[in-house]
Every structure is written in C-alpha cells, then in structure tokens.
C-alpha cells in the first residue's frame, strides 16, 4: 500500500518527524541505510523549546527523567572562572525547562524508536534512497534494500531527514550554503576522573565537558571555554569514540 510520507533518515529529525505525523494519523515509512541507531553522544545539549515541543508529544517527561540537567555554565578566562550564566534564573519566567538538558544523541534516538516502535513503526534499516521522481501527485523512489536490490514504491510526500549530505536536498537542489570554520574541534566521549573534567586548559586549545548519564563525560575541545558545574567522578580513562573535527555548516551549535 501507498504510505503517505516517506521519511529518508532515521536520525533525531528522522524520529521526530515520523512520531509526529503518525500521531497526527498520517502514515508514514521511514528507512535508513545504517545497520544500526549511532552510538556517539554528538548533539547531547536538549534546549528548553525541544522539550516544550516534546511536551506535545508526551517525551518531555521522559528525557528530563534519563537525562542530566545543567543549571549554569561557568565560563572561564585565561584559566580562571570569570562568570556563571544561570538559566534557571534568565527563563523561570518563560519556560518550564529553564535549564540545559544533557541527553546524548545516541540514548536520545533509542528513546525515540521506542516510542514510535509503540505506535507500531519501525525503522526500515540497511535501506537506502537512490533516487526518486516528482511524478506531480507524488512521488516514486527507488531504493536499496538489505540485499542490494533495487525497488521502486510510491508515495504522496517525500521527506529529506538524510542529514548534512542529503540526497533529497541535492535532487531538489535547495543546497545547504555554509562555511568551515578555520580552527579545529575535537570531540569524543570519556569516562575520566577528577578536576580535567571541570575545565582543563591544554594551551592553545581549551576544553569543554558535559557530564552525560550513563557514560561520564563527552569531552569537547576547540576555541571555546566553558564548563558545566557538576561531574561526576570515576575511575579509569576509556575512549569510547574517536575524536573528529567537525566541519561547521549553517547552523548553530547545540
Ligand atoms: C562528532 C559530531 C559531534 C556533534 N556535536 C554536536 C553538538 O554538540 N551539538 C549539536 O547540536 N549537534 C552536534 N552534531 C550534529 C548533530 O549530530 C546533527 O545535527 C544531527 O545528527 C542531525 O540530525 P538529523 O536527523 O537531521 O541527521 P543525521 O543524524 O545525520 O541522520 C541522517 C540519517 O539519514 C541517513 N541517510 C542519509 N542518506 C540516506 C539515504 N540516501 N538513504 C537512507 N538513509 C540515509 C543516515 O544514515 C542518517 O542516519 C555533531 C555531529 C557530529 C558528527
């Protein structure tokens, strides 16, 4: 049968998207071409109007309770804590969320599937989008199954969650303008101890950490100095995932 939605890209907006129209009655696919959910913390800073819109989904709820709230960050300058930005006290009167939320992306998406697995839709994985035709009424796309065979299917809309790299977008050629920034940014996820996961300075670069539930700390460092006030402590140093630099594309920062 028809679906209404095709939802390219089981990432965050992937998720969203699907649990919102399928809420809303609409009927939708969603595939992905990963075997598997990611597993590293990237975009883990949840801001006070994503929980407000999760709200409206019944969500809000649940990442509060599985994540870690931030109160202030301290900034510091040239190895000495200058300020406290304390949103508790900047958005009490604007959000019920005055706070930083901490929710890694990949214990954010799990949540997510769980929820629209609930509604009975899954993620179709090892799947993949190689092309697609606006037919006017329509839409047709051909796609990669699990086993490497090509299919076409049919549907009203087409959905491009596909991620920085989009396929939809280029097919439609909407772009993604942006620029690189010149410095470079590291960013892995760590179980350490003691005062470097406040704020350490490893001159030219600082670092930043977010204690994270369930895995200690996600480590970023680059051009910036901030740190959260609270971290846990624990024993041992593991990596858990590789740094990377990141290229910076036009949109902000979590
Ligand atoms: C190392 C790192 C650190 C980051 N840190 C932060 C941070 O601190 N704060 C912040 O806000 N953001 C951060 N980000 C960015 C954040 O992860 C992304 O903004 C977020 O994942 C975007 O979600 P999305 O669902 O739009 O796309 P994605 O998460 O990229 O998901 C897109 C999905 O589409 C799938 N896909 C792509 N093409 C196809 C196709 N043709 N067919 C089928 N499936 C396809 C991909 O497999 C992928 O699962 C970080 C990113 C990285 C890599």
């Avoid at 649990?19 to 990963?34: A, F, H, S, Y």
Wanted: some cysteine.
């Amino acid at each position: 049968m028809r679906s209404d939605v095709l939802i390219i890209g089981g990432g965050p907006t992937g998720l969203v998207l699907a649990l919102w129209l399928t809420k809303l009655g609409v009927k939708v696919r969603i595939i992905d071409k990963t075997a598997e959910p990611s597993t590293t913390s990237r975009a883990l800073a949840v801001q006070a109007r994503t929980l407000e819109l999760y709200r409206q989904l019944d969500l809000a709820d649940a990442v509060v309770e599985q994540g870690h709230r931030v109160p202030a960050v301290n900034l510091w300058v040239k190895g000495e804590p200058a300020t406290r930005l304390p949103f508790e006290t900047i958005g009490s009167d604007l959000t019920p969320y005055a706070f930083l939320q901490i929710f890694p992306q990949d214990q954010h998406e799990r949540l997510l599937i769980e929820r629209l697995e609930a509604l009975g839709v899954s993620v179709e994985r090892r799947s993949e989008l190689v092309g697609f035709t606006d037919e006017g009424d329509g839409v047709t796309a051909r796609l990669r199954g699990p086993e490497g065979r090509e299919d076409s299917c049919e549907m009203r809309y087409i959905a491009g969650c596909d991620g920085a790299r989009s396929l939809v977008r280029e097919t439609i050629g909407t772009g993604f303008p942006g620029g690189t920034y010149r410095q470079i940014f590291y960013v892995a996820d760590v179980e350490a101890a003691g005062p470097a996961l406040m704020s350490t300075w490893m001159r030219p670069i600082s670092w930043r950490s977010f204690p994270s539930p369930g895995r200690v700390a996600r480590g970023s460092s680059g051009p910036c100095a901030t740190s959260v006030p609270t971290a846990p402590t624990h024993s041992g140093s593991r990596t858990s995932a590789i740094g990377q630099s990141i290229t910076s594309r036009s949109r902000s920062k979590g």
